[in-house]
Structure formats: C-alpha cells, structure tokens
C-alpha cells in the first residue's frame, strides 16, 4: 500500500510538470490513485454460516476452559469436538461466572477461523 501512495504522488507531481493537465485534473487524479488502493487492500471478511448437519440449538457440552481476563475459552462438546467461545455470545452468565466443566448449551457456526460457539447458555 505504501508502494502504491508513493507512486501516485510521484505521477502527481511528474504529470504537473506537464503543460497538458490542469491542477484540478491532477488533484482528481491522486484522490482517486489514494481511494483505490485503499480499497483495494480492505480486508475481506466471510460471514459466519450456520454448519447444517448435526448442529443445532441441541448441541451440548462442558466448559473445557474460559479465560475470563481475555473473554473466550473452549467448549468439549458431547461428541468430543472442541468449540472456541467468546464471551460476547455466552447469555445469563458474567465472565467471572464461567468455570470449567460447567455444562452449557449452543449452537455452533462454522467462521473464517473455524467453529465457534453462539447463542450458549448454562443448563
């Protein structure tokens, strides 16, 4: 990206050098160089997606370990799978208030960084 901006202003000022392009012309020019690559180099990100077969409101497990400080943890399901868990989507529970081996229930969704635990509720 900085490679980018360098080379816009430099065909910025090479271009007013040149009696052919006005100030205003030049201005545009660079503004749109500047948002471009900007743009250009967003991140994107993927939005999360339910995992169809065998999740659900129904999933089970136990807290494997929280860390209450940071706000995420894992959960062992009851088939064995690990699941991470931030605390943004735990309900009726402070973070202080989870502990491992605690039994929970949730919904699983497949993210970017793999699957995560939504919607947990203590049981």
Same mark, same amino acid.
């Given at each position: 990206?900085?490679?980018?901006? &360098?080379?816009?202003?430099?065909?910025?000022?090479?271009?007013?050098?040149?009696?052919?392009?006005?100030?205003?012309?030049?201005?545009?020019?660079?503004?749109?160089?500047?948002? &471009?690559?900007?743009?250009?180099?967003?991140?994107?990100?993927?939005?999360?997606?339910?995992?169809?077969? =065998?999740? $659900?409101?129904?999933? @089970?497990?136990?807290? @494997?370990?929280?860390?209450?400080? @940071? $706000?995420? =943890?894992?959960?062992?399901? #009851? #088939? =064995?799978?690990?699941?991470?868990?931030?605390?943004?989507?735990?309900?009726?529970?402070? @973070?202080?208030?989870?502990?491992? =081996?605690?039994?929970? &229930?949730?919904?699983?969704?497949?993210?970017?960084?793999?699957?995560?635990?939504? #919607?947990?509720?203590?049981?």
């Amino acid at each position: 990206m900085v490679f980018n901006v &360098a080379l816009a202003i430099a065909v910025y000022f090479a271009l007013t050098f040149l009696p052919a392009f006005s100030y205003n012309w030049l201005v545009g020019l660079l503004v749109v160089a500047i948002v &471009a690559t900007l743009i250009g180099n967003a991140s994107i990100t993927v939005p999360a997606t339910v995992i169809p077969a =065998g999740t $659900g409101t129904g999933t @089970k497990g136990s807290i @494997k370990w929280f860390n209450a400080t @940071k $706000g995420f =943890g894992f959960i062992t399901g #009851d #088939d =064995g799978n690990e699941v991470f868990v931030h605390f943004r989507n735990v309900e009726q529970l402070s @973070k202080r208030e989870i502990k491992p =081996g605690q039994r929970v &229930a949730y919904r699983v969704t497949e993210t970017e960084r793999g699957p995560q635990a939504e #919607d947990v509720s203590p049981l």
